[in-house]
């Protein structure tokens, strides 16, 4: 933990790393202070609870989701349809970096928490939301390229699903074809996609 960082910070950066990797109900205040080196005095004046922790958690996810995430995957990429698959691509390198022990922490989350707070279940759907309306505006910047009739909302929403099964199927086969074969069949729709948009294109 970088000394430079206030205690709310070192907090957030150690939650984002235990909930990641022991889950939310696994980790206990006690890990946090051990990560962080914090006392427990400091860490109530900064989150009166875990559940605090968890909500400052689930907004650094979704104020960070271009710094963290996006940004990265999408540099030097200008095509809007490729700049979709070089995000999902990001997610196949965590997945062989993890050595197919990644789980999607929002998703992880969102299974584990099926009976969550309404304030927690707001900022997990909120954090879906950014992901999707990211995807959604490299739909609509892609204009014409697709059929007129498309509902970029429902597609987005589409690559999100395809993202994190393909994400939990590599993580349970411990097999990364898991998530090329969701990926691979993903690709081919969008073909047949850009294939009937240049249909309806064409001259009469």
């Not at 202070?33 to 979704?62: C, M, W």
Request: with cysteine; net charge negative.
């Amino acid at each position: 933990m970088s000394s430079g960082r206030s205690a709310k910070e070192r907090i957030v950066m150690a939650a984002m790393e235990l909930f990641w990797a022991k889950g939310y109900n696994s980790t206990s205040v006690s890990d946090i202070l051990s990560r962080t080196q914090l006392n427990s005095g400091s860490l109530y004046h900064a989150f009166p609870g875990k559940q605090d922790i968890l909500i400052a958690v689930l907004e650094a996810y979704r104020d960070g989701i271009y710094p963290m995430l996006i940004d990265p995957a999408w540099e030097g990429v200008e095509d809007p349809v490729e700049r979709i698959f070089a995000l999902l691509a990001r997610y196949r390198g965590l997945i062989l970096e993890t050595e197919c022990t990644y789980g999607c922490p929002i998703g992880s989350l969102a299974l584990e928490l099926h009976e969550a707070d309404p304030v927690v279940r707001e900022l997990i759907a909120a954090n879906f939301n950014a992901w999707t309306g990211a995807i959604e505006r490299c739909l609509t910047e892609a204009g014409d390229r697709l059929p007129e009739a498309t509902d970029r909302k429902a597609l987005g929403e589409f690559v999100l699903t395809t993202m994190e099964g393909g994400v939990m199927q590599a993580r349970t086969h411990r097999d990364v074809a898991a998530f090329d074969r969701s990926i691979a069949a993903l690709r081919d729709y969008f073909e047949m996609l850009l294939a009937r948009a240049a249909r309806e294109r064409a001259p009469a």
